[in-house]
């Protein structure tokens, strides 16, 4: 995205870890809903900091898994300098027993010098989850990435159920937007299970998020000239 970086025009980094798609997925249209509100916008995938599957006996899910991996080889991977070029980042991973992914957290905690020279102060932050089951941990997921965001004195901004869409079946988790994969990763059919209405959620969400950032900047400059 090369939109002019005029004062009031927020800069969005979309920062996800995905293993089998379905983060790629919501992260994918979370970019193209940023570009359309004109942020200038980054989309960037955390890479897997291990070559091998972590369980190469689950065939089916080692295959989805190396089927997402290839697909998204060319794209640009996530660099602490997009964390500090950034206004608002939108956060994506998907829910491993609860908690973030740990690739996300290997590259979190290369953010430490940023966040120790206070370089992560007062961005905005969200975050979106998907996991295999309805209950299987979203509130957790994305729990953990917040905790992680108070350390950084950064301004979290929740989707709520600030939109109708959050109310959509599908939907509904006023954390972050999450989607439910179902038992499985399926080879060849990867994130089938995200819905229509997941995608116009995270769009909410991403747009949502751009608001805040767009008014703390317009704040901060008004403020900059007193
Ligand atoms: C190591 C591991 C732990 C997981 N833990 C959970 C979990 O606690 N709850 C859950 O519902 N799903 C869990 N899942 C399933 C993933 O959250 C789910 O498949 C998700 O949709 C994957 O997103 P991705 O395709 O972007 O990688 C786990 C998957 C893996 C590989």
């Given amino acids: 995205m090369s939109t002019e970086d005029t004062a009031g025009t927020v800069r969005i980094a979309i920062v996800y870890y995905s293993g089998t798609g379905n983060i790629h997925r919501l992260a994918t249209a979370a970019a193209a809903a940023a570009e359309q509100t004109g942020a200038q916008t980054r989309l960037r995938r955390v890479p897997e900091y291990v070559n091998e599957s972590l369980a190469p006996g689950f065939t089916e899910w080692t295959q989805a898994w190396s089927e997402h991996a290839e697909a998204v080889r060319h794209l640009p991977a996530a660099d602490i300098d997009d964390l500090e070029w950034a206004d608002a980042i939108l956060w994506g991973s998907p829910g491993r ?33 998907s996991t295999g089951a309805p209950h299987g941990g979203q509130e957790g997921t994305i729990l953990s990435l917040n905790t992680v965001f108070y350390h950084w004195g950064a ?56 608001e805040i950032a767009t008014a703390l900047r317009l704040g901060s400059l008004a403020g900059a000239t007193r």
């Fill in 97 to 129: 027993f609860g908690l973030l992914a740990a690739p996300l957290k290997h590259f979190i905690d290369r953010a430490w010098p940023l966040a120790a020279r206070r370089g992560l102060v007062n961005k905005v932050m969200s975050s979106f989850t």
């Fill in 155 to 210: 301004i979290i901004v929740p989707p709520g159920l600030a939109d109708d869409i959050q109310l959509a079946p599908s939907n509904g988790n006023p954390y972050g937007v999450s989607s439910v994969s179902g038992p499985k990763a399926v080879p060849g059919r990867l994130a089938e299970n995200v819905t229509d209405d997941n995608l116009a959620a995270i769009a909410f969400q991403t747009r949502r998020t751009i």
